[in-house]
């Protein structure tokens, strides 16, 4: 009854925490099979920073690997995750290439759409969800866990109950970088649960290492998914390993009911696979608790400390950290995640090198002026006057970002047939054309060569790997 | 009242765990002072492997170590590791080097003495326990822990029952390859903590991913004190995460107190310190759950595995493992650490070989004549038969092993003296003798050159690093 059930994220999250997003559908067709028998709530195996990644250093056509997946595991629904009305780009879109976008994924092989916001405004889960809902399939709706003043549990089932409000199938608590502490995760699944009448699912990073305890914790507390990744490329900034939680949880109510044999073939495979990405790997000792203090991800903490590098001020790292705070405050608590964290983090920079808010950056007045959409709190209003005069606006942006937004995929069709020198495109071009404009020409025109391919002769380790976050 | 306290091992089984146990005394006393401020129950920082590797690998001698560690920790107990009669050497010694070692590690400075014996045989531990008691100084049963048929919680308990009459100070149960599960680990500590009234201590290595929860559902169940490592040299094959634990806790009626701040900056301080050893590391991926199958420590698979690949036998591995269960259980199921792991992984080797039992080894012999001490089980009667009548032996011993043992340290000092051509010996230098009779003499001769100093420089891999195993 308390079964608890697994979904797997080796295809997507997995190795765009662990290498750079670099693993292409060969290395992952040949153990479809296996995977598709475990029994798997889903396996997430789509969006994110693949999109991205295939098109610009794969050279793959990710809705090609998209079918192919979807045809090597009939039995297993494809999870992809999806920035609410960003999609897998890094701008708002249109409703009409939002739903065109859903639609096709859907078509091409997507069983559950796992949406998110990083301000966690509902408004910005609307459109997808709704294409969503249309298409039949699975929504689930992913809350992006931080942990500040203004996040305490009764904000969160607020949340939870806007969401089942709007439809959703299922529910995430999104932890991007480990922040979710076991007697935490805990009382906040009770209170989802008791709150909410849908399944919920945790997805929580290993990266300050106590994810399987908070796994754990989340499962007595009654969750009904949780998210894993196959042991050998778990751990470190992926997530807690899958044999591990089956393991735990044999014999008790939570029991997964999955066969350990077959998840270490898995596993088995995998830790020869992860070989052909050695070169993409960052070095990652132990645990990173650091964010437990700074609540500032690992991947921001370097940004910020080559910024203040470049400035000839590396010594200010403990005052741009304090400062985060005070702008996280004044900017209505956002989570601290893509594109947030960057905005927070750049403009705490700005502040200790020339003073608080005497300069603010496009993205921060952005922010500040409701064009990301509604903030979690109420922000400092000082600084919004400020962002105001300069934008020349006379007040903040209260509807949902996309109202300004006119339908657009038409034009962005009308473009890539242009790009493509055809008459007739498919709407799959088109999208990848509206996600990456920048990337898809030099893809298009490459794209008949074939995706690149990774051996374990590759090993070398590269200076700076280009390391997607992870999400 | 339920606070929770921290023994942190980051100066003895965390580098034993991950680089080999070469990290020099160096690269100790420099965070010492820091250390020492934290509040931990304990630094776990001498004995287990790290003796032997200070004169074989280090050119350091390791009673130096304790002295200068001693003197640079005026409020945090050291703790070591000791393998009952057979101290820190691989053979049982007589019990007046037993009560001379103990005695000298006491007054160099060892506050509590962990003692544990592979067979969990009582009466291994009895001199080592008695000598330091008479030192006043605090000492620990270690429990081996196994996952066998035979090893119920009740035999747990009545273990523990026997440590207790001995007069031990606490208790701890040592799981050296991740197999303790959470709920598992709740249940054992509730009934030991039912039975015995002494404190209670978790050690269990990070290796299959759950060690984390296991300390915290151990907490739950009233555990007094975890063992931990700083994180930066924490999971993989070592340790739950310091500050991981810290932080789980923190607000919840088992609080460990301790500063995160003071932990951020030692754990900052080895992050660059690993940097030293970077050509001992062997490269471990995520979690390894093989063991939860198999019960086969990850570092007898792969011996296993090369002895099976010199007799041209690869394809066996899986009947080997299979035979593994079938030799643990007619040698009376002793857990599988050193040595027991080595004399029954070879034994299933032979086995699968050149038949059941028709070849044993010396060691198999030995075990089953019960030269090693009880086993925790009956042995298969027939086997124990066999090796009699190969050693031309009556009967089992069923005496304490050592008790053949006649007192030898006279002995010892002179050949000492003899090695040093010198009048008068240092006990140290006589136990360094004992421990390691092959490798001391070549110590003693280039022990004024000064310990080995590795920097990270030194960070390019090696071949094959002679790691030793996590204990
Ligand atoms: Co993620
Ligand atoms: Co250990």
Redesign the interface.
Known sequence: MAKVKLTDLVLRDAHQSLFATRMVTDDMLPIAAKLDKVGYYALEAWGGATFDSAIRFLNEDPWDRLKKLHAALPNTPIMMLLRGQNLLGYRHYADDVVAKFVETAAKDGVGIFRIFDALNDPRNFKAATEAAKKTGKHVQAAISYATTPFHTIDKYVELAKQFADMGVDSLCIKDMAGLL???DAYDLVKAIKKAVDLPLEIHSHST???S??TL??AAEAGADILDT?I??????T?H??T??MV??FKG?EYDTGLD??L??EI?SYF?EV?KHYKKFESSF??????I??SQVPGGMLSNLESQLKEQGASDKIDDVLKEIAVVQKDFGYPPLVTPTSQIVGTQAVFNVLFGRYNKLTGESMDLLVGKYGKTPADKNSEVVKKALEALKMEKEITHRPADDIPNEYGKLEEETKKLLGTDTVSTEDVLTYAMFPKVAPDFFKNRSKGPVKFTAEDAAPAATPAAAAPA
């Open positions: 502490k076991p007697f300050t290492g106590m399987v305890s754990e914790k990744v042991s050998s490329l778990s751990m470190g992926s807690s390993p044999e591990t393991e735990i008790t350990i044999n998840l270490l596993a830790r992860r000792l132990g645990a990173d608790t650091r437990l203090v």
